[in-house]
């Protein structure tokens, strides 16, 4: 629902960070509340989930975090909170590396994830994790492209097209969009 929230950090506490964007506190559940300073101006990546007894927001400094969360929930056995305690370790690439060469060893010291978890992880996400390449954007139009592009199922690769060809662009998001699938299509 939300892209991204844009305002500054008010309030950090165990596992969340309480974003007031224009007099209204989002919390925001984030890997490490710690990394926010009180009263910095911050622009956070977010993703809303929903299930049967709360709404909650998980948010992240970068766009790369908020994709390789994404990329874990969608994991069977992986909720938010372990992805959030996956993404607190700060090893992305080596993350990465173990997914793509099959370590389940490696992905056993992530807090919360057992051997059986781990083979779980590398038979759903194998091939599906891209590096980014270059500077990560900081277009919010883009950002909110991205995520509406996920919406649809298109996965890290064709969305690493997206980014590389509208990177420097100043278009709106529905212009993304529809400038997107047409480049997804050819």
């Known amino acids: 629902m939300f892209a991204y929230l844009k305002g500054y950090s008010s309030y950090c ?3 969340f960070v309480v974003i007031d964007v224009n007099g209204v506190g989002y919390k925001v559940y984030t890997a490490n509340p710690y990394e926010f300073k009180k009263e910095e101006s911050v622009q956070v990546f977010t993703h809303q989930v929903v299930s049967e007894n ?3 927001l998980y948010g992240f400094k970068t766009i790369e975090e908020h994709d390789l969360f994404l990329n874990l929930i969608s994991a069977r056995g992986i909720g938010p909170k372990t992805a959030c ?11 990465r590396n173990a997914i793509e060469n099959g370590d389940a060893k490696y992905l056993c010291k992530f807090p ?7 083979q779980q992880i590398i038979l759903d996400l194998k091939g599906k994790l891209v590096a980014p390449e270059g500077p990560l954007f ?18 890290d690769k064709e969305l690493a097209k ?24 050819k």
């Open 13 to 15: 506490g165990k596992d």
């Open 54 to 56: 709360e709404i909650s």
């Open 112 to 118: 919360k994830i057992g051997p059986k978890t781990a």
């Open 138 to 155: 900081t277009n919010p139009s883009l950002a909110e492209a991205i995520e509406a592009l996920e919406a649809l199922g298109y996965g």
């Open 162 to 185: 997206i980014r590389s060809a509208f990177k420097e662009s100043t278009a709106s998001v529905d212009e993304i969009i529809k400038k997107g699938l047409q480049l997804l299509v």
């Open 85 to 95: 305690a996956i993404l607190a370790m700060k090893d992305m690439n080596g993350l």
